[in-house]
């Protein structure tokens, strides 16, 4: 049974930083690309980051460039979503998924984490 879980996420100030991990069991995460989503209240779900399982090549939505990193620990069967600079307009719950190809259709990804919520706010 394929098990992707979301962990990291909390309550953070503006400004401040948290590193979200999707790990999983079932699978081993290297031979999956993964992408990181997010769904703010009121919004459409959201394209963050993904990670390519061919070159580990890495792409971020225009949001969050050069704000969120995504990486894998293949030890850990992990991959990461580090978050700096937090604004208010990050708050959301986190979902990640897995699948054979990289992508930003949200449908194409085979397995889904349950979610964790980021709440920036002072």
């Known amino acids: 049974q394929v098990q992707l879980v979301e962990s990291g996420g909390d309550l953070v100030s503006p400004g401040g930083s948290l590193t979200l991990a999707c790990t999983a069991s079932?699978?081993?995460?290297?031979?999956?690309?993964v992408g990181w989503f997010r769904r703010a209240p009121g919004k459409e779900r959201e394209g963050v980051s993904y990670?390519?399982?061919?070159?580990?090549?890495?792409y971020y939505g225009n949001s969050v460039k050069e704000r969120f990193t995504i990486f894998r620990d293949k030890a850990k069967n992990t991959v990461y979503l580090q978050m700096n600079s937090l604004n208010p307009e990050d708050t959301a719950v986190y979902y990640c998924?897995?699948?054979?190809?990289?992508?930003?259709?949200?449908?194409?990804?085979?397995?889904w984490g349950q979610g964790t919520q980021v709440t920036v706010s002072s």
């Open positions: 990670i390519s399982n061919r070159d580990n090549g890495k």
């Open positions: 998924a897995a699948g054979t190809v990289i992508t930003h259709r949200s449908e194409v990804y085979d397995f």
């Open positions: 079932g699978i081993t995460l290297q031979y999956y690309a």
